[in-house]
């Protein structure tokens, strides 16, 4: 059973920072995207991030740029997602999730797998 699991969510002030984990098990995602998305309440899914299975490409969206790091551990199945300077305009649940490789990595329909996801909670 393919399972993607996040952790390191939780509640933080605005300007401090959480680093979120996702680890997959159940297969490796040899050349995979991994990718983080995020829902707010009442909003659709959104792309913040995505990383390239060799980590070589990333791509953000453009209000967590600077902000926020994509890096993965593939000896450990684990992508990462660090958040610094957050917002509280960033409170919402995280997903992480993967794709294929030559996926449209913005699109929440590229992705194959998806975690339960994990609450990040920013106050100001």
């Known amino acids: 059973q393919v399972q993607l699991v996040e952790s390191g969510g939780g509640l933080v002030q605005a300007g401090g920072s959480l680093r979120l984990s996702c680890t997959a098990s159940?297969?490796?995602?040899?050349?995979?995207?991994m990718g983080w998305f995020r829902q707010a309440p009442g909003k659709e899914r959104e792309f913040v991030a995505a990383?390239?299975?060799?980590?070589?490409?990333?791509s953000y969206a453009d209000s967590v740029k600077g902000r926020f790091t994509i890096s993965r551990d593939n000896a450990k199945n684990t992508v990462y997602l660090q958040m610094n300077s957050l917002k509280p305009e960033d409170t919402a649940v995280y997903y992480c999730?993967?794709?294929?490789?030559?996926?449209?990595?913005?699109?929440?329909?590229?992705?194959?797998?998806w975690g339960q996801g994990t609450q990040v909670t920013v106050s100001s």
């Open positions: 159940g297969r490796t995602f040899s050349g995979y995207f």
């Open positions: 999730a993967a794709a294929p490789a030559g996926s449209v990595v913005v699109s929440t329909t590229a992705y194959d797998y």
């Open positions: 990383i390239s299975w060799s980590g070589g490409r990333t």
